[in-house]
C-alpha cells in the first residue's frame, strides 16, 4: 500500500471520500479505485492506496492531460457545478431557517451530496494524476539552475478571477480609506461587507471552522503599519503583473527554449487543471464555512443532547447523524462504540465496499493489512519526490538516520546516501560528509532544502515512505532529473568529479568548487556557476606553453574541444591566476576575443596565443602595485551566445548606503559596455 496523504478529520468527514468512491467510482474520469484503508487512532487519520491503484490513476491521468479536448470539457463541467454550489451557498444554505426535523435533515443530506460530488471532481485535480505528466515536462526542460523558475513561468495562469487575488484587492482598498481618515461608517460597513465575501478564506486560523468575523479584520486594520500596505501593494501589483501577462510569458518562455509544442500544450492541462484545484478549494472553504455557520450549530446542539461531550460529535458517522435527529438509533450501542472509535478506527474501501471497524477489530486488521502489504512491496519501489540540488544519477548504500547514530557523531559517509524524516541543526555534521540526502517530509524552504542548496549537497525531498520501504545497507539510485528513487543493482553514470588534476584541457562542468586545478582565478569564479554559464573548457598553462612551441597533438586536442561545443563561434577569454578575486579585478588587463569562428583553427590557435600572451609590462606594474607574485596565464573558451540584450549587476553602490543595486545594459553583446565604447542603459533596483 502506499501512503498519500493524512488529516485530522472528523470520522464523518473521513467517511465521505470512500462515499464518494462508492457512488461515482469510474464515472467521471473512468478511474476506478479497488482498494484504499483509512486508519486512526487517535482521530488523525493515515489513508493508503494500493500500488497498482496508484499506477493506474497516474497512467489515466497521463493519457487524460494529454487530450485538450477532454481537459477542456472536465473543466467546463466543474466550473457549472461550482456555479450551482455557489448558488446553494448564497440561498437556500445561508438563508436556512430550522423549522422541522424533516427540513433539517433534507438540507444535510443536500449538503453531503454535493459535497460528495465536489470530492469527485476534486480527486481528479490531485497531483497524483499529473505525476507522469509533470515529470515528461521537468525532463523536457533540462538542466538548468533557473529551472524552478522557468517551470513558474511556463505554468504561470491568469489568477484573477481568483477569491484569493480580489480579496487582496479589497483589503489594500479598505487599508488606504483607513490611512485616509476617511468616513468611519463607511469603513466599518466595508469591513463587514469583506468579513462577508473573504471571510471563508481564513478558514483553517483558529476560526473554528467559521472563517473571518468583523472582529478580526477590525483588529488587523487597527494594528497595520504603512510598510505593511505598501508590502502589500508591491506584492499585489506583482502577481496582477504575472496575472496579466502568464499566457504570453509563457509561450514565449516555451520558444527560448524550444520546447516542443506536445509537451508545452501538455503543461499548459496541468495548469490549467492546477488552476481549477485552487478554485475549488476557495469554493469548499466557502461552502464549509457557510454551512458551519448556519446549519451545523443546529445539528450539533440536536446530537449533544443524546451525546455525553463535545468531542463525541468527531466519532459519529453521517448516517448516525440522521438517525439522532430522527430519534431512530440505539444511544446505548453508540455510547459503546464511541468508546471503541475512540481506541482506534479502520475504514476499509474493497470491491466497492466500505468496512468500518472498530477498537481492537480495527488494531487487528491493521496489523494484517499492513504485514500482506510487504508482499507487495518489492513489485513497486519506486518512489516519487521533488528535487532540491542534483543533476543526472546518483547511485548509493542506504543509511537510516536515528538518534544513535547522531551520538556516535561518525563521520564516515563515503557512498552513503543519508534518509531522514526530515532534516534537524543537529545533524548538519552529517549532511556535509553524506554522498546524497533523502527526506520522506518537506518542500523548497524546508530545512533540507535550504542546507543542501547552500552546501550544493545532492538531495531529494517529500519521498515518503522511504524509511520503511529500504534498509540500511540497500544499493539504490536517485534519479534526480525524473525525481525519482529506485532499487538499484548496478551503478550508474553520475557527474561527480573524476580524476582530473593532470588533465591539460577540462570542462568547466566536471571542475568541483574548493579545488585547486591551476587554471586561474576566473576560473575558479566561474565554477560557482557553472549551472548557468555557456558550455566551458580550460586550458592550462602548461597546455598553452605547448601550444606556443607549435605541439600539434595539444592544438588537436584543443580543436576537439572546440567541436563538441557544437556551435558557430566561440570566446576567447584569459584566466589570470590572481584574476577576478575580491582584491583583484585585473579588469581590461588581459585580452579577450568574441565570435571567432569555431571552422578557423588557424584563427583559434592565434587568439590563444595572443590572450596568453597579454601579460605584459601593464599586467606586470599592476602586479607590483597589488603585491601580487605569480605570473600564470590559463585560456577559457566558451560556447558563444548571441544576447538580444546584455549587461552587468552591481549589487552594492554608493547610492544613498546600499540600499540600491545598479544594472548597466544594452541591446546586442557585453563588450561595448565592458570597453566603455557606449554610454550603456542605467537602471537603480531598491533591495
Known amino acids: 500500500m502506499i501512503k498519500d496523504h493524512s488529516g485530522s478529520w472528523p470520522l464523518s468527514s473521513a467517511q465521505l471520500t470512500y462515499e464518494m468512491m462508492r457512488r461515482y467510482n469510474g464515472k467521471i474520469i473512468g478511474c476506478c479505485v479497488t482498494h484504499s484503508v483509512k486508519y486512526s487512532e487517535s482521530g488523525n487519520y493515515s489513508v493508503f492506496f494500493s500500488d497498482k491503484d496508484v499506477e493506474n490513476c497516474i497512467n489515466i491521468g497521463y493519457e487524460i492531460y494529454n487530450s485538450n479536448s477532454i481537459i477542456s470539457n472536465f473543466i467546463n463541467e466543474v466550473e457549472n457545478f461550482l456555479q450551482v454550489m455557489e448558488n446553494y451557498i448564497d440561498s437556500e444554505l445561508s438563508a436556512f431557517k430550522y423549522t422541522s426535523n424533516i427540513e433539517l435533515i433534507n438540507a ?39 529551472k524552478n523558475e522557468i517551470v513558474m513561468c511556463l505554468s504561470a495562469t491568469d489568477n484573477r478571477d481568483l477569491y484569493y487575488y480580489k480579496e487582496l484587492e479589497s483589503w489594500i482598498n479598505i487599508c488606504d480609506k483607513y490611512m485616509n481618515n476617511e468616513n468611519q461608517q463607511e469603513l466599518i460597513n466595508m469591513l463587514q461587507t469583506h468579513a462577508n465575501n473573504y471571510g471563508f478564506l481564513l478558514l483553517g486560523s483558529g ?8 472582529n478580526y479584520y477590525y483588529d488587523k486594520i487597527k494594528n497595520i503599519k504603512i510598510n505593511e500596505i505598501e508590502q502589500l501593494k508591491e506584492h499585489y501589483k506583482i502577481i496582477t503583473n504575472k496575472s496579466k501577462h502568464a499566457n504570453e510569458w509563457a509561450s514565449k518562455c516555451r520558444k527560448l527554449l524550444k520546447l516542443d509544442i506536445d509537451i508545452f500544450n501538455l503543461n499548459v492541462n496541468i495548469s490549467r487543471v492546477a488552476k481549477l484545484r485552487l478554485k475549488m478549494r476557495e469554493i469548499s472553504q466557502r461552502f464549509s464555512t457557510t454551512r458551519a455557520k448556519h446549519l451545523m450549530p443546529i445539528i450539533n446542539n440536536i446530537c449533544l443532547r443524546y451525546l455525553q461531550n463535545e468531542n463525541d460529535l468527531r466519532y459519529i ?39 468500518l471497524l472498530t ?80 527526506t520522506e517530509e518537506g518542500g ?27 534498509k540500511d545497507g540497500e544499493l539504490i539510485t536517485i534519479d534526480f532529473t525524473a525525481g525519482t528513487v529506485s532499487k538499484s543493482e548496478q551503478t550508474h553514470p553520475t557527474l561527480m568529479n573524476m580524476n582530473i588534476t593532470n588533465q591539460n584541457i577540462l570542462w568547466l562542468n566536471d571542475l568541483q568548487e574548493g579545488i585547486d586545478y591551476n587554471l586561474g582565478g576566473k576560473t575558479n569564479m566561474l565554477i560557482y556557476i557553472k549551472d548557468i554559464t555557456p558550455r566551458t573548457f580550460c586550458i592550462n598553462k602548461r597546455a598553452i606553453d605547448s601550444i606556443i612551441n607549435n605541439d600539434l597533438l595539444i592544438k588537436k586536442e584543443v580543436m576537439s574541444f572546440v567541436n563538441q561545443l557544437k556551435c558557430e563561434h ?22 579577450s576575443y568574441i565570435n571567432i569562428r569555431t571552422t578557423d583553427e588557424e584563427e583559434i590557435i592565434s587568439k590563444i596565443i595572443s590572450v596568453a600572451l597579454s601579460y605584459n609590462n601593464t599586467s606586470i606594474l599592476y602586479n607590483n602595485t597589488k603585491n601580487v607574485n605569480c605570473n600564470n596565464v590559463s585560456v577559457i573558451i566558451q560556447k558563444m551566445v548571441q544576447p538580444e540584450m546584455s549587461g552587468v549587476i552591481i549589487t552594492s553602490i554608493l547610492k544613498d548606503g546600499y540600499e540600491y543595486m545598479l544594472m548597466e545594459y544594452t541591446l546586442g553583446h557585453l563588450s561595448s559596455i565592458m570597453d566603455g565604447s557606449i554610454n550603456p542603459l542605467k537602471t537603480y533596483v531598491k533591495k
Not at 443530506?109 to 521537468?138: D, G, V
Not at 502489504?373 to 547511485?395: D, P, Q, V
Not at 548538519?428 to 540526502?437: D, T
Open 570 to 591: 566561440i570566446a576567447i577569454r584569459s584566466s589570470f591566476c590572481a584574476e577576478s578575486a575580491i582584491e583583484n579585478s585585473y579588469a581590461g588587463l588581459f585580452k
Open 108 to 146: 444535510y443530506e443536500r449538503t453531503i451530496n454535493l459535497h460528495l460530488k465536489y470530492l469527485a471532481y476534486y480527486q481528479f485535480t490531485n497531483e497524483n494524476f499529473a505525476l507522469k505528466a509533470r515529470n515528461l515536462f521537468i525532463c523536457a526542460i533540462g538542466d538548468h539552475v533557473n
Open 317 to 355: 458517522t453521517n448516517e448516525e447523524i440522521i438517525q439522532i435527529i430522527s430519534n431512530d438509533l440505539d444511544l446505548e450501542h453508540l455510547r459503546n462504540e464511541i468508546v471503541k472509535r475512540r481506541e482506534a478506527t479502520l475504514f476499509e474501501f474493497y470491491n466497492n465496499k466500505i468496512t
Open 359 to 438: 477498537g481492537i477489530s480495527a488494531k487487528n486488521k491493521w496489523v494484517t493489512l499492513n504485514c500482506n502489504s510487504k508482499i507487495n512491496e518489492n513489485a513497486s519501489l519506486r518512489l516519487n519526490g521533488t528535487t532540491i540540488y542534483g543533476n543526472g544519477f546518483l547511485t548509493g548504500r542506504i543509511l537510516n538516520y536515528t538518534k544513535k547514530l547522531a551520538e556516535s557523531r561518525r563521520k564516515n559517509f563515503e557512498d552513503i546516501i543519508l534518509v531522514a524524516g526530515t532534516i534537524r541543526p543537529n545533524m548538519i555534521h552529517m549532511c556535509m560528509n553524506a554522498k546524497a540526502i533523502i
Open 207 to 214: 476560526t473554528k471552522g467559521k472563517g473571518a468575523n468583523y
Open 444 to 470: 523548497f524552504t524546508s530545512h533540507a532544502s535550504v542546507l543542501c542548496r547552500e552546501m550544493r549537497i545532492p538531495c531529494l525531498v517529500g519521498v515518503q515512505s522511504i524509511t520503511k520501504k529500504y
